[in-house]
């Protein structure tokens, strides 16, 4: 049974920073992309970033370019999301999920595309 536990979330003030990590089990971790996606209430889950630990390939939303930094440490089948330079608009919910393509595929950053989802972990900025 394909499992992810996400964690690190917490409270920080604008300007800090938070690691969250997703720890997997279940699955061939290095086979599959893991994402980061991000959710307040009233709107649509959006894509973070996601990475294929297969070779480190990654990919970034707009909005966290150079603050955010996605990595993978294979021996632990987690992935951790840093998160430095936050802000108020980063509060949300935070997802870790795999990506539903085939191994090693090139992932997208759509929801749609990923089919097993954590818990979340609540981030909140304050200004």
């Known amino acids: 049974e394909v499992q992810l536990v996400e964690s690190g979330g917490g409270l920080v003030q604008a300007g800090g920073s938070l690691r969250l990590s997703c720890a997997a089990s279940g699955f061939s971790f290095g086979d599959y992309a893991i994402g980061w996606f991000r959710q307040v209430p009233g709107k649509e889950r959006e894509g973070v970033s996601c990475?294929?630990?297969?070779?480190?390939?990654?990919y970034y939303g707009d909005f966290v370019k150079g603050r955010f930094t996605i990595s993978s440490d294979t021996a632990k089948n987690t992935v951790y999301l840093q998160m430095n330079s936050l802000k108020p608009e980063d509060t949300a919910k935070y997802y870790c999920?795999?990506?539903?393509?085939?191994?090693?595929?090139?992932?997208?950053?759509?929801?749609?595309?990923?089919?097993?989802w954590g818990q979340g972990t609540q981030v909140t900025v304050s200004s």
């Open positions: 990475i294929r630990s297969s070779d480190g390939n990654t």
């Open positions: 999920a795999t990506y539903g393509g085939p191994p090693f595929s090139i992932p997208t950053s759509r929801v749609l595309d990923y089919d097993h």
